[in-house]
C-alpha cells in the first residue's frame, strides 16, 4: 500500500490532483471516446461475411469516392487559399484590408447550404439553364459538381493560416535570396514556400478531413462517399454494415492525422532572425487589375452568389408567411440545443485543461488526447455510437434533445478547449501556489481564483461550440427526437424537396448567427 502511494505521488511530482477532479476529467474523456469504442466492437462482431461482401462490392468504390474528392478539393483549397493569402498580405491589390476580412465569410456557410444555393443556379432546372440557349452543359450532381462546392466553402481553411504566417514572415531571408542572385519565382518556391509549408500543412489537414466527414453537401448533390453510405446503412437498420463502414472511415483518418505527423517531422523549417523585418509590399503594376478580377471572382462565387440566393427566396418566404410559429418552434430548437452543448462544453473544458496545464502526467495527457478524439471524427460516427449506447443502456435519455447537445459536446469540445486553453496559459501557476498558501481547496483555486481570469476564453470558445452546433446537419438527423426540427434540418429537408422559399429564411439565420465569431476567428488568425 505504501509503494503504491509512493508511485501515485511519484506521478504527480509530489502534487496529486483532487480525485473528483481526476474523476470528472475521466468521465469527460469516456464520453468521448465512446463512438470509437462502439464503432471497434460493433464492426469486431460483424462477421467475416459481411466484411467480405463489403470488401468486394461496396468499399473499393466509396474509398475512391472519398479520397479523389478529399484529395481534389484539399488542392483546389491549396491553391485558392495559398494564391489569396499572398495577393492580400504581399501586394498592394486596392480594399486589401477590406478583402482580407471578405474571403473568410464562405467559412460560416455551412457547406449543405452553399450546396442549395448552387443547385438552384446551376441545377437542371436552375436559373443558368432558363437562360441558355441549346444543350445544357453543366450538371452538378457530378464529381466536378461537388468538388467546386466543397472547394468553394473550405479554402478559407487554408487562407486562414497562410496569411498569419505570410504576416510573421522575416524579410531578411528574402533579402538574402535575392543577394545571391534568386528572382522573385525562385525566391518563392525556395525560401517562401518551405517557410509556409506548416500553415499549408495544417490548411490541408482540416480541408481533408472536412471533405471526408462531411454529409449535407455530398448528400445534397447524391455523390456517395463513406458518410453518406454510413447513414443510409444506418437508416436501412444494417448497423453492422455502418459500423464497419465507419471504422475503415475511421482508419483513414488516422493515416491522414499520421502522414501528416510524419511529412512535417521530415521537413521543419524555422526562422531564426533575432531581428523581424516586416515583409515588403510588392507593386502589381500592369497585373493589378488581374489580381483584383481574381479576388473579386472567388469573392462573389464563394459568397455574393449564395447569399444573393437565400435573399432572393428569403423574400418569397416572407410574402408566402414562411416566418410563421413553425418557423419559430425551429429556432427556438436550435437555440435550446446549441446553447445546452454550448454551456456543457465550457464545464467539462475546464477541468480538462486544468488537469493537462496544471497536473502533467501520463494520465492527464491520455485524458487530453480522447478529449480530441471526437473533433476528427464525422458526425455521422458519432451519431451511429450515440444511437447504440443511449438506446440500450440509457434508454430514458434516448429520443430526448440531451442526447443531441451531448453528441455535440463530442464533436465540438477540443475548440472549445483550445480557447479555454490559450487563457489558461496565461496565468502563471504561481498564482495557484499563493491561493493555496491561503487555504484555498484545489476546486476554491478553481472557482474563485483561475476561473474569474479564464472567462473571456471560455466564452469565446462557447461562441464558437454555439455557432457550429447549430450548423451541423447528421448529428441532429440521426438522434433528435420524433418532431423536434431545427434550422439545419428544415433546410436539408425543404432543400430537397426544392421548397426553396422555406429553406432559405432558415439557412439566411444559420449564417447570420455564424457571423458572430468571425471577428474574433479572423483576430486569431
Not at 483 to 509: K, M, W
Amino acid at each position: 500500500m505504501k509503494k503504491l502511494k509512493q508511485k501515485w505521488y511519484g506521478m504527480w511530482r509530489s502534487n496529486p490532483p483532487s480525485l473528483i477532479l481526476l474523476l470528472l476529467g475521466l468521465f469527460v474523456a469516456f464520453v468521448m471516446a465512446i463512438p470509437v469504442l462502439y464503432v471497434a466492437a460493433r464492426s469486431i462482431t460483424a462477421g467475416g461475411e459481411r466484411w467480405m461482401r463489403l470488401l468486394d462490392d461496396r468499399i473499393p468504390q466509396l474509398l475512391w469516392n472519398t479520397v479523389s474528392l478529399a484529395a481534389a478539393v484539399t488542392f483546389m483549397a491549396i491553391f485558392l487559399g495559398v494564391s489569396l493569402a499572398w495577393i492580400l498580405t504581399r501586394t498592394d491589390i486596392p480594399g486589401k484590408k477590406i478583402w482580407q476580412w471578405l474571403l473568410v465569410v464562405p467559412l460560416v456557410i455551412p457547406p449543405y447550404v452553399g450546396a442549395v444555393t448552387y443547385i438552384i443556379v446551376f441545377g437542371r432546372s436552375g436559373w443558368l439553364r432558363d437562360l441558355w440557349i441549346g444543350d445544357y452543359p453543366f450538371d452538378i450532381y457530378t464529381f466536378g459538381g461537388t468538388f467546386f462546392v466543397l472547394s468553394m466553402f473550405t479554402y478559407p481553411y487554408v487562407y486562414l493560416l497562410v496569411r498569419a504566417a505570410l504576416k510573421k514572415m522575416n524579410r531578411s531571408y528574402e533579402e538574402a535570396a535575392y543577394s545571391l542572385g534568386m528572382s522573385a519565382w525562385e525566391t518563392f518556391w525556395k525560401v517562401n514556400l518551405p517557410l509556409m509549408r506548416p500553415a499549408i500543412g495544417a490548411g490541408a489537414i482540416l480541408v481533408a478531413l472536412y471533405v471526408m466527414s462531411d454529409f449535407g453537401a455530398v448528400s445534397m448533390l447524391r455523390y456517395v462517399t463513406f458518410t453518406a453510405a454510413i447513414y443510409f446503412q444506418r437508416a436501412g437498420f444494417d448497423t453492422a454494415s455502418a459500423a464497419v463502414l465507419s471504422l475503415v472511415l475511421i482508419l483513414m483518418t488516422v493515416i491522414l492525422l499520421r502522414f501528416e505527423s510524419w511529412s512535417r517531422r521530415k521537413n521543419r523549417y524555422y526562422q531564426t532572425g533575432s531581428s523581424y523585418k516586416k515583409p515588403d509590399t510588392i507593386p502589381l503594376g500592369k497585373l493589378k487589375p488581374l489580381a483584383l478580377f481574381y479576388v473579386s471572382l472567388v469573392f462573389f462565387i464563394s459568397v455574393v452568389l449564395p447569399i444573393s440566393v437565400l435573399i432572393y427566396w428569403s423574400r418569397i418566404g416572407l410574402v408566402t408567411g414562411a416566418l410563421d410559429m413553425r418557423f419559430i418552434g425551429f429556432a427556438l430548437n436550435s437555440l435550446k440545443v446549441s446553447g445546452l452543448a454550448a454551456f456543457l462544453c465550457m464545464a467539462f473544458s475546464i477541468p480538462i485543461i486544468y488537469l493537462k496545464s496544471r497536473y502533467p502526467a501520463y494520465l492527464t495527457s491520455f485524458i487530453d488526447r480522447l478529449a480530441y478524439a471526437g473533433y476528427a471524427l464525422p458526425g455521422v460516427i458519432v451519431a451511429l455510437g450515440f444511437v447504440f449506447i443511449f438506446n440500450n443502456h440509457i434508454p430514458a435519455l434516448y429520443g430526448t434533445f440531451y442526447v443531441v447537445a451531448i453528441a455535440f459536446v463530442v464533436r465540438f469540445l477540443p475548440q472549445a478547449m483550445q480557447s479555454g486553453e490559450s487563457s489558461l496559459n496565461q496565468i502563471s501557476p504561481k498564482i495557484d501556489e499563493a491561493a493555496r498558501s491561503l487555504g484555498y481547496s484545489s476546486w476554491g483555486v478553481i472557482f474563485k481564483v483561475i476561473l474569474p481570469n479564464m472567462l473571456p476564453g471560455v466564452f469565446a470558445g462557447g461562441a464558437l461550440v454555439f455557432v457550429n452546433s447549430i450548423k451541423e446537419l447528421p448529428v441532429t438527423l440521426m438522434l433528435r427526437p420524433p418532431g423536434f426540427d431545427t434550422l439545419a434540418i428544415r433546410v436539408y429537408f425543404e432543400a430537397s424537396e426544392a421548397v426553396y422559399h422555406l429553406a432559405a429564411p432558415a439557412a439566411l439565420l444559420i449564417i447570420l448567427v455564424s457571423i458572430i465569431p468571425l471577428k474574433y476567428m479572423v483576430s486569431k488568425y
